[in-house]
């Protein structure tokens, strides 16, 4: 059993170093002509779709930055390409998103302003962002509050409240301000 395991974490850890030699693109659905740094997905693919193990997510916690915080530029496009998108991606699908990338949460314009959120998605009053949420569709901000808030912020190590829609993570995290 105990060379079995070993066996494992070897695959493993030769998993990881492949796929950061072909900087990510296998896993992340990058248009294989851009930098795994420039845009972590573009696409509906990526490697919630592999079937695949998830050699990324699997990897030791001591490898990566703790926080969102902590990570440098390429650490956070990594982190999205391979954590966040596949994960956020199977939440929305489950809610009937056919496809979901970077411009649902980041805006169309993503690329010209550099990932910046909030960007584009629909400005939510700042007092009572679920509240008014509520008011423009109730069955996708009760989607978003019992799902994604909660998600997203446990990816990016931070606190939120999904009573108010408000902490270090929240609404307005995404959405703009009225």
């Known amino acids: 059993m105990r060379i079995r395991n070993l066996s494992s974490s070897l ?14 693109t296998n896993l992340s659905g990058c248009d294989k002509s851009k930098p795994a740094t420039d845009d972590p997905s573009t696409t ?14 699997a990897a030791p916690a001591e490898e990566a930055p703790a926080t969102w915080a902590d ?21 929305f699908k489950g809610q009937g998103f056919d496809t979901f990338k970077c411009a649902n949460c980041h805006g169309e314009d993503y690329k010209e302003v550099d990932f ?9 009053n700042p007092d009572n962002p679920i509240q008014s949420g509520m008011d423009l569709d109730e069955e996708m ?3 978003m509050v019992s ?9 990016l190590g931070k606190e939120t409240d999904v009573t108010t829609g408000k902490g270090e993570f929240g609404c307005l ?4 301000s009225e």
């Open 11 to 24: 695959t493993i850890s030769l998993c990881l170093l492949l796929t950061a030699g072909l900087g990510l």
């Open 44 to 57: 509906s693919g990526g490697a919630a779709d592999s079937g695949g193990d998830d050699a990324a997510a």
């Open 71 to 91: 990570m440098d530029r390429g650490e956070r496009m990594t982190f999205m390409g391979t954590k966040v998108l596949p994960e956020m991606k199977e939440s």
């Open 116 to 124: 910046k959120i909030p960007n584009d998605l629909t400005p939510l």
């Open 141 to 143: 901000t009760k989607f």
């Open 147 to 155: 799902s994604v808030l909660p998600q997203m912020a446990e990816l």
């Open 173 to 176: 995290s995404c959405h703009l």
